[in-house]
């Protein structure tokens, strides 16, 4: 079975922080995500990689950066934490299928919390 | 451009009778459609999903979605609701502007079965 897992399941910073939240995936994944989920706004798109080293900008990209510096890492970065940063985030990978049909396995979230 | 709509946050239905998560869609290519579960503080599930072929497909947990081109929707099934069924549902489309798998995610909807 795909095994997406998360650093941290729950996790409270101070204003201006800087925050790692680290995501590693067991399957040899080429392309890996990270989401925010908020109540009413479902879940949208950060930044996401399809390879090492490689990222692309998501839907809501601002106020945070990514590193992938191997295949099976992704690490999502607020610079300095703000309180609208405050929400569910989940990780999720899925290989380079044939037809792109493949599905993402997510990771079992960080709820982070930004006083 | 892509979207999907979930035009029901709440579905409220007793435990044995059908029910019926709405799903419409709107995409540029072909619609490859996700459903997943999201349990409480959990990350996402994978349930089923639609590439091509059979109009009705069959998922984990009893659950199956009918593909309909014409109304542009996949609706999410099951003949017989449990408690354990009550969870977050989210609908996703293959979101065609970008590479690398991306998905498009509805809002939600908050399913739950009364016993």
């Known amino acids: 079975d795909v095994k997406v897992t998360q650093s941290s399941r729950y996790l409270v910073k101070r204003t201006g922080e800087k925050v790692f939240l680290e995501c590693v995936q067991d399957?040899?994944?080429?392309?890996m995500f990270w989401y925010r989920q908020d109540p009413g706004l479902g879940l949208r798109l950060i930044y996401f990689?399809?390879?090492?080293?490689?990222?692309e900008k998501g839907d809501i990209p601002e106020g945070y950066s990514v590193s992938r510096e191997k295949k099976e890492r992704f690490s999502l970065i607020l610079e300095s934490a703000s309180t609208n940063q405050t929400s569910m985030y989940l990780c999720?990978?899925?290989?380079?299928?044939?037809?792109?049909?493949?599905?993402?396995?997510f990771g079992p979230g960080t709820r982070l919390t930004v006083l | 451009a892509q979207s999907v709509a979930q035009p029901e946050d709440q579905v409220n239905v007793a435990e044995g009778n059908p029910l019926t998560v709405k799903c419409t869609y709107s995409?540029?290519?072909?619609?490859?459609l996700f459903w997943y579960v999201q349990y409480p503080n959990r990350g996402l599930q994978f349930l089923l999903k639609?590439?091509?072929?059979d109009n009705l497909v069959k998922g984990s947990y009893g659950f199956e979605a009918e593909f309909n081109k014409s109304q542009t929707s996949f609706h999410l099934k099951k003949p017989s609701a449990l408690v354990s069924d009550s969870a977050l549902y989210f609908c996703?489309?293959?979101?065609w502007g970008t590479g690398a798998n991306n998905l498009f995610f509805g809002t939600g909807t908050r399913l739950t079965v009364i016993p």
């Open positions: 999720a990978s899925t290989s380079e299928g044939e037809n792109l049909q493949d599905t993402q396995y």
């Open positions: 399957m040899d994944h080429e392309n």
């Open positions: 990689s399809y390879d090492v080293k490689m990222k």
């Open positions: 995409v540029s290519g072909n619609p490859y």
């Open positions: 639609y590439i091509t072929g």
């Open positions: 996703a489309v293959r979101d």
